[in-house]
């Protein structure tokens, strides 16, 4: 699951302050930022480990969901999607399974790992444990973080602040005491180096270092390829182009450092897909890899294309889309849009004083009308989950239910397919 960062980082929702980074469900976030099961779907930037999300982003993943079937102790199990409660309510809180059929559940104040049986297969002990990626978990104890294998043997003992995912250099991203630096899965920094600050290898092989106050890239054998210079960067996203800031204005530059335009934007974000967006004079347009601005910004607010044909954008509080020319697909008409995933439909905000929600296509035709109370983005599944007089329950794209919305709460996996919250 490393290699698994592609379009569906999403789009960045472009807001006139900036806001957070791209979410990572792979580092080792606090408990509190692990039940934000409803966060905002989408961020501006990028984080330091970036999204990791898989190639099939799948709901009912293994077949099963985790729902909570009432409040208090004991309220979480997993239904399949025939709406049948597969393993019973017997966790006070759960997520969903991995691909190694592995899933974190928490019984009191400790987290252990049951598998598809609903047998517990790694025992409750850990402060918090985390998602199975590919052959290792990271797991918390005593504040402090390690990773184990699916035996539940630790790789390395709890003993970092702050832990990201692996890439497919082998290595990841760590903070301890105010450094950052590499490590392996045996724990070892290899490089023997710290940063003042760093982000995660990008598919291209380069991670951004921080040293002396600039920042650079330095390449999987620990060498600076592109010298520290910049006042700030991003990672290299797609078309492996890196957004870099000098003298306070921002390009783009490519894995040689070449910059690939002048400094002129006020902002510049990662590369999703074929265009990337730029800021200047306070509105937002998209430019392409060659550094010509095929968009030219005009916009309050839009968001990346990805691997969509349509991106929304707003003029003042409503909210239309356009195609990769510019040209108006819709005219502003919602109160909000959220970004097209896996190419399916988009969660849509009717006007009005109950301001419902709904499901457009990429047309912008309306196919599911505005009925529920909140509406989260659809899974490579086909399925989306919604809100209904509190409750939630799952849709299909006809907007038919499979689960009927009596949850007191649904696992929705990843946040960029939750429900937006107000």
């Known amino acids: 699951m490393i290699k698994k960062f592609k379009w569906f980082l999403l789009c960045m929702v472009i807001f006139f302050t900036i806001l957070s980074c791209v979410s990572c469900v792979d580092s080792a976030p606090s408990e509190e930022d692990e039940t934000e099961e409803f966060a905002e779907t989408e961020t501006e930037t990028e984080s330091k480990d970036q999204e990791e999300v898989a190639e099939k982003d799948l709901l009912f993943n293994q077949g099963l969901l985790a729902v909570q079937v009432h409040e208090g102790d004991a309220g979480w199990g997993f239904a399949n999607a ?43 002990q850990f402060e918090m444990a985390y998602e199975f990626n590919g052959d290792y978990a990271y797991v918390k104890v005593n504040d402090k973080y390690g990773a184990i294998n699916e035996k539940g043997e630790y790789l390395f003992v709890p ?39 760093a982000g995660a290898f990008s598919d291209n092989g380069l991670a951004r270092v921080k040293i002396d106050g600039l920042w650079g890239f330095m390449n999987t054998k620990g060498i600076m390829t592109i010298r520290p210079q910049y006042e700030d960067v991003l990672s290299f996203g797609d078309q492996s182009l890196a957004p870099v800031k000098k003298d306070g204005k921002w390009t783009y530059i490519d894995a040689r450092g070449h910059a690939i335009g002048d400094f002129i934007y006020d902002k510049a974000f990662l590369f999703n897909g074929e265009l990337g967006i730029i800021q200047k004079d306070g509105v937002y347009g998209y430019i392409n890899r060659w550094g010509k601005e095929v968009i030219r910004a005009q916009y309050e607010m839009c968001c990346s294309f990805g691997d969509s044909a349509a991106a929304y954008f ?24 959220i970004s097209f995933s896996d190419n399916i439909l988009a969660p ?28 989260g983005s659809f899974f490579a599944d086909g399925y989306a989950i919604v809100q209904v007089e509190g409750k939630f329950g799952v849709i299909d794209t006809a907007g038919q239910f499979v689960l009927e919305p009596v949850y007191v709460a649904l696992d929705a996996q990843k946040k960029n397919h939750s429900i937006p919250e107000e």
Not at 88 to 111: I, M, T
Request: with cysteine; glycine share 12%; charged share 30%.
């Open 82 to 124: 025939k709406g049948d409660l597969v393993i019973q309510p017997s966790f006070d809180k759960a997520y969903h399974f991995a691909e190694n059929g592995l899933a974190r559940v928490k019984r009191g104040d400790v987290w252990g790992y049951i598998n598809m049986d609903g047998e517990v297969v790694i025992d409750f």
């Open 159 to 197: 003993q970092y602040e702050r832990c990201y995912a692996f890439t497919d250099s082998g290595l990841a991203l760590t903070e301890h005491k105010g450094e950052s630096f590499f490590i392996n899965k045996k724990g070892e920094n290899p490089f023997g180096k710290t940063f003042e600050d």
């Open 314 to 337: 707003s003029v003042g509080t409503k909210y239309g889309l356009i195609n990769k020319k510019g040209e108006i697909i819709l005219q502003p008409t919602y109160a909000k849009i």
């Open 348 to 375: 849509v905000q009717a006007y009005g004083e109950d301001g419902r929600w709904g499901y457009i296509n990429e047309a912008g035709s309306e196919v599911i009308e505005p009925k529920f109370d909140k509406a």
